[in-house]
């Protein structure tokens, strides 16, 4: 089992950035693949982008393709998500899921969540 906190949501300018960060407990936190997702008000959970456990292949929402990156350091049990070029449809609450083994890009495909931390892009 692993348990997961994001950190790094605030307030930015459209145009700007943010480094999300995805801090994951267990020793075998290298054997699990991320996905970061959002939930803006009213709307589903969406996916963003995901990075795979054994060699950190990346998948993206063509949403955020070209601006947001993601990567991991397994060393120090975190996963980061950088956005750039921020928008405001890009405001929402920014959601971390880990799964053992292959990623994928549906919810119910990670069983482990943390607990969202707020992004919100000003006009």
């Known amino acids: 089992q692993v348990q997961l906190r994001e950190s790094g949501g605030g307030l930015v300018q459209a145009g700007g950035s943010l480094r999300l960060s995805c801090a994951g407990s267990g020793r075998t936190f290298s054997d699990y693949s991320v996905g970061w997702f959002r939930q803006a008000p009213g709307k589903g959970r969406e996916f963003i982008a995901a990075?795979?456990?054994?060699?950190?292949?990346?998948l993206y929402a063509d949403s955020v393709k070209g601006r947001f990156t993601i990567s991991r350091d397994d060393a120090k049990n975190m996963v980061y998500l950088q956005m750039n070029s921020l928008k405001p449809e890009d405001t929402a609450v920014y959601y971390c899921a880990a799964v053992r083994s292959g990623y994928n890009t549906n919810t119910n495909g990670y069983p482990y969540w943390g607990q969202g931390t707020q992004v919100t892009v000003s006009s």
């Open positions: 990075i795979r456990w054994s060699y950190g292949a990346t």
